[in-house]
């Protein structure tokens, strides 16, 4: 069993910051990448910020600039700080790992947290 449980989100006006978190526990061997989705009312489910073991980022365009991701890799954890949020950034925030339970497993399994809302106003 694994589960990743987000904290940090919140109401906060335009310009502001947030500091989400992300913490994985359970059976878990290895975690390759963690990330961070967004999913707005009415809209897709999109990538927000990866980071691979070796500490290897990718951002979406629209919030390069301003969030930075990172881990901590002795905790199983992912962290996104926000910065200069803008009311478009209003979503509901994932966390996502990718990882391996046992030694033995064959592949990388995708997991999801339940989300944090994240709401910015104007």
């Known amino acids: 069993q694994v589960q990743l449980v987000e904290s940090g989100g919140g109401l906060v006006q335009a310009g502001g910051s947030l500091r989400l978190s992300c913490a994985a526990s359970?059976?878990?061997?290895?975690?390759?990448?963690m990330g961070w989705y967004r999913q707005a009312p009415g809209k897709q489910r999109e990538l927000v910020a990866n980071v691979g073991l070796t500490g290897n980022t990718n951002y979406a365009d629209s919030v390069k600039g301003r969030f930075t991701i990172s881990r901590d890799n002795a905790k199983n954890s992912a962290y996104l700080q926000m910065y200069s949020l803008k009311p478009e950034d209003t979503a509901v925030y994932y966390c996502?790992?990718?990882?391996?339970?046992?030694?033995?497993?064959?592949?990388?399994?995708?997991?999801w947290g339940q989300g944090t809302q994240v709401t910015v106003s104007s």
């Open positions: 996502q790992a990718t990882l391996k339970r046992t030694a033995g497993d064959y592949a990388y399994l995708n997991f």
């Open positions: 359970g059976t878990i061997f290895s975690i390759n990448t």
